[in-house]
């Protein structure tokens, strides 16, 4: 069973960074992962997603130029290093993992998440 915790949210002035962690316990160095977020009252959207051997990153469009995902397979841990923050980058970020090799931007498609990490970007 794979246990996914993230890890440093927290509240940032708008044109800040910060970067999150996702530490995995059980096998997860042969799996895509991804970074998802919600904001209240919206639903849970994709922000980037890394393949298993790092080769393959995809970004949702709004994210795209301000935001890396990494990730350390001998660490079981996935990055999402996140620059120059908007107001509307607020929301809960969930780190996610797909049994299948194949990379998909769909949150209906990963089957384990964490508990989710809360960004707050003041303006």
């Known amino acids: 069973q794979v246990q996914l915790v993230e890890s440093g949210g927290g509240l940032v002035q708008a044109g800040g960074s910060l970067r999150l962690s996702c530490a995995a316990s059980g096998h997860t160095s042969s799996y895509p992962m991804g970074w998802f977020r919600q904001a209240p009252g919206k639903e849970r959207e994709f922000v980037a997603a890394?393949?298993?051997?790092?080769?393959?990153?995809y970004y949702a469009n709004s994210v795209k130029g301000r935001f890396t995902i990494s990730r350390d397979n001998a660490k079981n841990t996935v990055y999402l290093q996140m620059n120059s923050l908007k107001s509307e980058d607020t929301a809960v970020y969930y780190c996610?993992?797909?049994?299948?090799?194949?990379?998909?931007?769909?949150?209906?498609?990963?089957?384990?998440w964490g508990q989710g990490t809360q960004v707050t970007v003041s303006s």
């Open positions: 996610a993992a797909r049994k299948n090799t194949i990379v998909v931007l769909s949150p209906t498609q990963y089957d384990y």
């Open positions: 890394i393949s298993w051997n790092s080769v393959g990153r």
